[in-house]
Structures are given as structure tokens and as C-alpha cells.
């Protein structure tokens, strides 16, 4: 069974910057897309960011665009969320999403395209 597990959340004052980090153990025998998303308090799920199985490719939220950045390493079964620039709107849970795929680029937006999340790490940026 596939288990993600995310940290580096912590509190940090606007214009700082966090490094979130999602382990995979037991990660699938077949290319996967890994994911981040957040959900703040009283609001729904929303996307942050992917990076297709080859790295190569990477999709971000509009709202993130130019301040965040999402890489992997295969080797380690580790994907990351840099986070620069951090605003007070970005305080959220943040997730960790893995899902399957045959293809070396697909990236995926949506909750229901992955199939194993993490448990979730709390970012919270004071003003």
C-alpha cells in the first residue's frame, strides 16, 4: 500500500518562504504524476501543482505561478514544493497526491485523477 507522507509546514511571516517535502513508500512499480494541494479553512480543495513522471513537465495554480516551485526526485521517491514569496492567503493544509499513469508527461489538476494522498501539513503565513 502506497503511504505519502509530507513536512516542512511550519508558520512563517509574509515574504518568507517554506520547502514542503512528500515521501512515497512503497511507491507503485509503474510511472506516477505527483501533485500538491491545499485546502484553506471554510474553502474546497484546490490545486497547486504537478509534475509529470520525467520532471520535465510541471502545471501550476495561477494563484502560485512565479512563486512556487515543484520538483521530484525518482531515485528517492520524493516530490517538493518550494515556496517563495509566501502571502497570507497560501495558509492552508497542504497535500501531498500521487496517481498512476503509463505516460512519461501527463500531468493531472484534478483531485480525482490521483489515487493516494497524504495526510497533510499545515502552512501558515502571518501578515
Known amino acids: 500500500q502506497v503511504q505519502l507522507v509530507e513536512s516542512g509546514g511550519g508558520l512563517v511571516q509574509a515574504g518568507g518562504s517554506l520547502r514542503l517535502s512528500c515521501a512515497a513508500s512503497?511507491?507503485?512499480?509503474?510511472?506516477?504524476?505527483m501533485g500538491w494541494f491545499r485546502q484553506a479553512p471554510g474553502k474546497e480543495r484546490e490545486f497547486v501543482a504537478a509534475?509529470?513522471?520525467?520532471?520535465?513537465?510541471?502545471n501550476y495554480a495561477d494563484s502560485v505561478k512565479g512563486r512556487f516551485t515543484i520538483s521530484r526526485d525518482n531515485a528517492k521517491n520524493t516530490v517538493s514544493l518550494q515556496m517563495d514569496s509566501l502571502k497570507p492567503e497560501d495558509t492552508a493544509v497542504y497535500y501531498c497526491?500521487?496517481?498512476?499513469?503509463?505516460?512519461?508527461?501527463?500531468?493531472?489538476?484534478?483531485?480525482?485523477?490521483?489515487?493516494?494522498w497524504g495526510q497533510g501539513t499545515q502552512v501558515t503565513v502571518s501578515s
Open positions: 497526491a500521487l496517481g498512476t499513469t503509463v505516460y512519461l508527461e501527463t500531468i493531472y489538476r484534478r483531485g480525482s485523477e490521483y489515487d493516494y
Open positions: 509534475i509529470s513522471w520525467s520532471g520535465r513537465s510541471k
Open positions: 512503497a511507491p507503485p512499480s509503474r510511472r506516477f504524476v
